[in-house]
């Protein structure tokens, strides 16, 4: 059975910084193969998805973070980082890490592996 467990969520203020990790419990040969991305959801909101890494390396972002996240993945160790800077009270929300055999913002949604979150929270 396959784990996804975050950490690195926290309190900070506006302006400030935070990073978050994601280790997948799975076969190292095998994590590269996996597209992988983190999402959010704030009280009252929808799920958003923030930034996802494909299995080739391509990269996107939602415009909300552009230029501000940093998505990153080290297939050697299994791990999904993002580096959260210019936080925004708006930010605020629980942060997921999600692998998927399929790259679109909406199949990480429906048919993604989730972990349990970590929050963070920006004043």
């Known amino acids: 059975h396959v784990q996804l467990v975050e950490s690195g969520g926290g309190s900070v203020q506006a302006g400030g910084s935070l990073h978050a990790s994601c280790v997948t419990s799975?076969?190292?040969?095998?994590?590269?193969?996996?597209?992988m991305a983190w999402f959010r959801q704030a009280p009252g909101k929808e799920r958003e998805g923030v930034a996802a890494?494909?299995?080739?390396?391509?990269?996107k972002y939602a415009d909300s973070v552009k230029g501000r996240f940093t998505i990153s993945r080290d297939n050697t160790r299994n791990t999904l980082a993002l580096q959260m800077d210019s936080l925004k009270p708006d930010d605020t929300a629980m942060y997921y890490c999600?692998?998927?055999?399929?790259?679109?913002?909406?199949?990480?949604?429906?048919?993604?592996?989730w972990g349990q979150g970590t929050q963070v929270t920006v004043s």
């Open positions: 999600v692998r998927n055999l399929w790259s679109g913002w909406v199949t990480f949604s429906i048919f993604g592996h």
């Open positions: 890494v494909g299995s080739d390396g391509e990269i």
């Open positions: 799975q076969h190292s040969d095998t994590y590269g193969r996996w597209n």
